[in-house]
């Protein structure tokens, strides 16, 4: 199949999930057109069933914002139309699958059928997508897709909850390239980090509200009080300064790490030995499925589609979301000695399942069964 992915080119779960998606169908033997406004960043080498389009945002005096929706819409148009594609899959539906609409329907006219799947990836439905300001759009364009995937079942259910879909969303979850994410011997990095044995907590997230880091940070503190602990924070954003602040008025500074933005995760995840995700909202949890598929078990909270990622006592623990106490509690649990073999074999063995090889097959079914309905 020749296939147009429409993604945010960024470090966020969506534009991973979008890009992982297209290199392995690319792998075996699609045609992968990639339509971002940036190179997406795990991009960056040649294949020759990859093709990156970017979209060209002319900005001009009186625009405070440049229409992203049209250029984007527009050059779906022409790359649908020069390179003949037979499905436009487009992952977030803020705005590119309205813009995937306007396209299809410019297409129309002169006679060019263009089958749309959109992905939901979660905060384009729970946060962003049913606030009153792009709803009815949202509504609109889901309606309008040939195709709708979400992540989990939960989000599914959120879908149906918020906005007047009535039509069939077939539930896809997201995935992990086992060959990437695999426990690497990076022994001298954990001595350098931990030169007294201490247990290694790590954190990654984009750093914003809804991902509660607070609560890594107080859980760590509860934790460090108990048996000898050091924390890695990875990533970026809004919450990162504040989060400083209060490593400071906590007195753990010495033993909490900011590592910013990195590339390569596996590497901090690969000697780490518990992983902490307190979001208030999560359809998935990406970034935890990162960590299992390192040999890392996963202390969650119960948020959105966590839970059927997390089994309950035997990949970690799952808690209610703000509940402290209960994490420093399961936190303990999982890093006791006795324990904490099993939970690394148990995260690893639930990673397996969602493996690439399981879940690319089901994308392509889906795109196969839509193309032939539409
Ligand atoms: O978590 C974010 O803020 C980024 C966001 C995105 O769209 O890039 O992540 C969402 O999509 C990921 C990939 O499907 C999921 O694993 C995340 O759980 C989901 N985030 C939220 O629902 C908050």
């Given at each position: 199949?020749?296939?147009?992915?429409?993604?945010?080119?960024?470090?966020?779960?969506?534009?991973?999930?979008?890009?992982?998606?297209?290199?392995?169908?690319?792998?075996?033997?699609?045609?992968?057109?990639?339509?971002?406004?940036?190179?997406?960043?795990?991009?960056?080498?040649?294949?020759?069933?990859?093709?990156?389009?970017?979209?060209?945002?002319?900005?001009?005096?009186?625009?405070?914002?440049?229409?992203?929706?049209?250029?984007?819409?527009?050059?779906?148009?022409?790359?649908?139309?020069?390179?003949?594609?037979?499905?436009?899959?487009?992952?977030?539906?803020?705005?590119?699958?309205s813009?995937?609409?306007?396209?299809?329907?410019?297409?129309?006219?002169?006679?060019?059928?263009?089958?749309?799947?959109?992905?939901?990836?979660?905060?384009?439905?729970?946060?962003?997508?049913?606030?009153?300001?792009?709803?009815?759009?949202?509504?609109f364009?889901?309606?309008?897709?040939?195709?709708?995937?979400?992540?989990?079942?939960?989000?599914?259910?959120?879908?149906?909850?918020?906005?007047?879909?009535?039509?069939?969303?077939?539930?896809?979850?997201?995935?992990?390239?086992?060959?990437?994410?695999?426990?690497?011997?990076?022994?001298?990095?954990?001595?350098?980090i931990c030169?007294?044995?201490?247990?290694?907590?790590v954190?990654?997230?984009?750093?914003?509200?809804?991902?509660?880091?607070?609560?890594?940070?107080?859980?760590?503190?509860?934790?460090?009080k108990?048996?000898?602990?050091?924390?890695?924070?990875?990533?970026?954003?809004?919450?990162?300064?504040?989060?400083?602040?209060?490593?400071?008025?906590?007195?753990?500074?010495?033993?909490?790490?900011?590592?910013?933005?990195?590339?390569?995760?596996?590497?901090?995840?690969?000697?780490?030995?518990?992983?902490?995700?307190?979001?208030?909202?999560?359809?998935?949890?990406?970034?935890?499925?990162?960590?299992?598929?390192?040999?890392?078990?996963?202390?969650?909270?119960?948020?959105?589609g966590?839970?059927?990622l997390?089994?309950?006592?035997?990949?970690?623990?799952?808690?209610?979301?703000?509940?402290?106490?209960?994490?420093?509690?399961?936190?303990?649990?999982?890093?006791?000695?006795e324990?904490?073999?099993?939970?690394?074999?148990?995260?690893?063995?639930?990673?397996?399942?969602?493996?690439?090889?399981?879940?690319l097959?089901?994308?392509?079914?889906?795109?196969?069964?839509?193309?032939?309905?539409?």
């Amino acid at each position: 199949m020749r296939i147009g992915i429409v993604c945010y080119p960024t470090f966020g779960g969506s534009g991973v999930v979008a890009t992982e998606l297209g290199k392995g169908l690319a792998k075996v033997g699609h045609e992968i057109h990639f339509i971002t406004y940036r190179q997406p960043t795990r991009l960056d080498f040649f294949s020759e069933n990859l093709y990156y389009h970017e979209v060209d945002i002319k900005s001009y005096p009186l625009f405070e914002h440049a229409p992203y929706e049209l250029a984007l819409a527009s050059k779906m148009v022409s790359v649908v139309k020069y390179e003949h594609l037979d499905l436009l899959h487009v992952h977030y539906a803020i705005p590119h699958a309205s813009a995937a609409y306007m396209a299809k329907k410019i297409l129309a006219e002169e006679n060019i059928h263009i089958p749309i799947v959109t992905t939901l990836h979660g905060t384009d439905i729970t946060l962003v997508g049913k606030d009153p300001s792009y709803e009815p759009v949202v509504t609109f364009s889901i309606n309008h897709s040939d195709g709708v995937t979400a992540v989990s079942q939960d989000l599914k259910n959120e879908t149906y909850k918020y906005f007047g879909v009535k039509r069939d969303i077939e539930v896809i979850p997201n995935f992990i390239d086992l060959d990437r994410f695999k426990k690497q011997k990076k022994e001298h990095f954990k001595l350098a980090i931990c030169p007294h044995g201490e247990k290694l907590l790590v954190h990654t997230s984009n750093f914003r509200k809804v991902k509660r880091v607070e609560d890594v940070v107080r859980v760590f503190y509860e934790v460090r009080k108990q048996i000898p602990a050091k924390l890695l924070l990875v990533g970026d954003g809004p919450e990162r300064d504040r989060m400083e602040r209060l490593c400071r008025e906590l007195g753990t500074c010495d033993d909490v790490r900011f590592l910013g933005k990195l590339d390569a995760v596996e590497e901090v995840l690969s000697v780490s030995d518990l992983f902490i995700m307190p979001s208030e909202k999560e359809s998935f949890g990406l970034a935890a499925l990162e960590a299992m598929a390192c040999e890392v078990p996963i202390l969650t909270s119960n948020a959105g589609g966590i839970p059927e990622l997390n089994v309950n006592g035997k990949t970690g623990f799952v808690c209610e979301v703000g509940d402290i106490d209960d994490m420093k509690e399961k936190a303990l649990t999982i890093l006791a000695d006795e324990n904490l073999p099993t939970f690394k074999a148990n995260a690893l063995a639930r990673a397996k399942e969602f493996d690439i090889s399981n879940i690319l097959p089901l994308y392509e079914k889906y795109y196969q069964e839509t193309i032939e309905k539409s």
